[in-house]
């Protein structure tokens, strides 16, 4: 078995980071630590435009729910927690839709249910919880061929939907009612964003834990919006913040020695905070 912990993997020079590369493990954490970083840019800026934050936040943090069944039934936690997110993200978007209540209730109310739900299985799990605290924290270094295979195909399927598409999930984004009497379908592209949206919350929560996940999602849009009012620009650029900061996240956990998914988001975070102080800086030269 190639897979070291993470407590093994503190570096004292650069030859020894040459080294670590070298391992398949980091390998595999690195290619998808690319294609997640593109593929959280790529929908966590629609998100973040459409006001899709709490929403990813929820599904993430019920998707303990296919994490605990997927323990109890002992098979691989990612089988059950795909098909969770999926039916718990359109039920979700169902519930907004047929009734009157807002949004952020309904999302309360049924990530609190499924919280509850999570919370009582886990219970129920007897001795080791290894795999169980490796999904709810985080560890892009254990992904295997597996998650890089489905990570690829929801990149490929995502980009496909919504490149193809572009001009009318911009109109969607920005003003809806418009888009809605020029006769694009609208609930056809909300619900099949919302399927992408919830499957990669999926994927993500194997690298940075579902207490991070909805960070992952939403600092790299959140950052490229503070440096571009150009849709297609900010599009990009968020896809480059997420691959990048990804990666270095990774590269930074070893040389370090602390793990994985929290050191991705907390370059994210710092990436966030450098970029805003120098929006700022230059506003006030101007």
């Known amino acids: 078995m190639d897979y070291l912990p993470i407590t093994e993997l503190a570096i004292a020079n650069g030859s020894d980071l040459v080294s670590l590369l070298q391992f398949p493990f980091m390998q595999r954490a690195i290619v998808g630590a690319v294609l997640m970083g593109i593929l959280g840019g790529l929908l966590g800026?629609?998100?973040?435009?459409?006001?899709l934050s709490f929403f990813s936040h929820a599904v993430g943090h019920a998707a303990l729910?296919?994490?605990a069944l997927g323990v109890l039934l002992q098979v691989n936690p990612t089988g059950t927690l795909l098909p969770f997110t999926l039916v718990f993200g359109v039920v979700v978007l169902y519930l907004i839709d047929k009734t009157d209540l807002a949004s952020d209730s309904i999302l309360s109310i049924i990530l609190s249910g499924a919280l509850a739900i999570g919370v009582i299985l886990t219970s129920l799990i007897q001795g080791y919880r290894g795999?169980?605290?490796a999904v709810l924290f985080g560890d892009i270094l254990a992904i295997d061929a597996t998650d890089l295979i489905l990570t690829l195909l929801l990149l490929m399927g995502g980009s496909v939907f919504v490149l193809s598409s572009l001009r009318q999930q911009i109109l969607l984004t920005l003003n809806p009612d418009v888009a809605k009497v020029q006769g694009i379908p609208i609930q056809f592209y909300r619900y099949g964003f919302v399927v992408l949206l919830s499957l990669a919350v999926a994927l993500a929560i194997k690298a940075v834990g579902v207490l991070l996940v909805n960070a992952f999602l939403v600092i790299p849009a959140s950052t490229a919006k503070l440096m571009s009012h150009n849709f297609t620009r900010f599009l990009v650029m968020s896809v480059i913040i997420g691959c990048t900061s990804s990666v270095v996240g990774i590269i930074a956990s070893g040389v370090f020695n602390i793990a994985s998914g929290?050191?991705?988001?907390?370059?994210?975070?710092?990436?966030?905070?450098a970029v805003f102080i120098g929006v700022k800086l230059t506003a006030q030269m101007v």
Do not use: E, H
């Not at 800026?45 to 006001?51: M, P």
């Not at 929290?262 to 905070?273: A, C, T």
């Open 262 to 273: 929290p050191s991705i988001v907390l370059v994210q975070f710092l990436v966030f905070i």
């Open 65 to 67: 729910v296919g994490v």
């Open 131 to 133: 795999n169980l605290m």
């Open 45 to 51: 800026s629609f998100a973040t435009l459409r006001q």
